[in-house]
């Protein structure tokens, strides 16, 4: 399959932990995007990256929240000190500069408890 | 400021019945793209259809058919003879520029249909 992959898919984690997700994009893809889905609402745009930059990153995104793509390949997202507010769906998306679609991974859900 | 709206929160249909969701939008851009995505509850987004400002042209795909009316700012979606494996959210999204931090989706609907 050489779809968007995310890890893992289900994480339940204690407030205050760190937790971190890696998207694998489609291999040809240079954007990667990010973003967090609450219950009942469509997705949120976090960050992106095209290669190895990250370009821009929403108001969403609190300084807890880091992102990277070391080798322009896949990517990390790093929640640092963990609130109950964090719980949420976290996708990855990769898409091709001057591509037409954007393709979205399964999502990693994330509980706080 | 971009906004979409899917009024319909949720929706059940006995399967073969046909369904329409609805998809309405604003925005000020002259150029934008309108997508469709179904989210089953494995949970991955799965694209459906991409469509341009400039491209009025209603579209059908098997039993999927799409409706974009510039005029009243909509875009809805009708499935015919709906199954099962039609359950799932369908989003509803907007983009300025064909790229995804950019996009704005609307909150979904959740199709259940019944055997």
């Known amino acids: 399959d050489t779809g968007v992959s995310q890890d893992p898919r289900h994480k339940i984690t204690k407030r205050g932990q760190n937790v971190t997700f890696r998207c694998d994009p489609i291999s040809e893809h240079n954007r990667l995007y990010w973003y967090r889905q609450t219950l009942g609402q469509g997705p949120e745009f976090l960050t992106y990256f095209q290669n190895e930059a990250q370009l821009e990153k929403s108001r969403l995104l609190s300084d807890r929240f880091s992102a990277e793509r070391p080798k322009g390949s896949f990517s990390t997202l790093e929640i640092q000190r963990t609130e109950q507010g964090d719980s949420a769906m976290y996708l990855c998306?990769?898409?091709?500069?001057?591509?037409?679609?954007?393709?979205f991974g399964e999502g990693s859900w994330l509980t706080v408890v | 400021a971009q906004k979409v709206t899917q009024a319909q929160t949720e929706i059940s249909v006995v399967e073969k019945e046909d369904v329409t969701l609805d998809c309405v939008y604003e925005t000020r851009d002259t150029t934008y793209y309108l997508f469709w995505y179904k989210q089953p509850p494995s949970g991955e987004l799965v694209f459906l259809i991409r469509?341009?400002?400039?491209?009025?042209q209603n579209e059908i795909s098997g039993r999927y058919s799409w409706n974009f009316q510039k005029s009243t700012s909509s875009f809805n979606f009708t499935i015919t003879a709906s199954q099962v494996v039609d359950s799932a959210v369908y989003f509803c999204a907007l983009t300025p520029d064909n790229y995804g931090q950019n996009f704005v989706f609307g909150p979904g609907t959740r199709l259940s249909v019944l055997p």
């Open positions: 998306a990769s898409s091709w500069t001057g591509g037409n679609t954007i393709y």
């Open positions: 469509r341009n400002s400039f491209d009025e």
